[in-house]
């Protein structure tokens, strides 16, 4: 088998919490319209309700934890691309369709398994092994939807892209920023999906 012949999809999960929630006081909705989000009427800013002007939180607000739903999503739409984010869910997951059923039960399977890790079950890290094309990198992306909608950090790499743009930043001071960048956001995410693993070329370098 070359190594092109199948791939895999490293997905990773931090056991810490995209937020914390506030017993707070939200703030009236001055619109008048129907908000989204229960908590602060869309203000996206509430109080701790403390009426002791004594207490260290007194008049102190909070950002509300629609605001980093927001940030996150729009970080991951601009990552993929708001069409990809917004075509590549669970609801619109299909098995590719071949003859017997042998392929799609496994598809199925694989779709079960990535669903229940988004529960926060099992192992922080799950991996999906498979031919290019049977939906790997479809489930990955609803995986870090679902996830960058909580508030979660998340990051999508093409395993091969980011090892290039590494190898390439070496000793090139107008790459090694973005390849910094890069670093960065695969070390620090809460939620990381690796995709594309093995279909790196086979160098000292990617080993």
């Known amino acids: 088998m070359t190594y092109a012949e199948k791939s895999a999809v490293a997905l990773q999960r931090s056991d810490a919490e995209a937020h914390q929630d506030h017993p707070g006081v939200v703030v009236p909705n001055l619109r008048g319209e129907e908000s989204e989000c229960a908590d602060c009427r869309d203000i996206g800013w509430g109080s701790h309700g403390i009426d002791d002007i004594h207490h260290p939180e007194f008049g102190k607000l909070f950002s509300c934890h629609c605001l980093k739903s927001r940030r996150e999503t729009r970080r991951l739409s601009a990552m993929l691309g708001e069409q990809t984010v917004k075509r590549y869910t669970f609801e619109s997951f299909h098995a590719i369709q071949r003859a017997g059923d042998a392929h799609n039960r496994k598809m199925a399977e694989a779709k079960a398994a990535v669903e229940e ?7 922080i890290m799950l991996i999906l092994v498979g031919a290019p094309g049977c939906g790997k990198s479809h489930l990955a992306i609803a995986a870090l939807t679902v996830y960058a909608a909580a508030g979660y ?24 920023e973005s390849a910094e960048a890069s670093k960065r956001n695969v070390h620090q995410a809460q939620v990381l999906a690796l995709d594309d693993l093995g279909l790196e070329k086979p160098t000292e370098f990617s080993r």
Do not use: H, K, M, N
């Open 117 to 123: 890790w988004v529960r926060g079950e099992g192992q």
């Open 153 to 176: 950090w998340t990051c999508y790499q093409l395993v091969p892209i980011y090892l290039d743009s590494l190898r390439a930043s070496f000793g090139v001071e107008a790459l090694r």
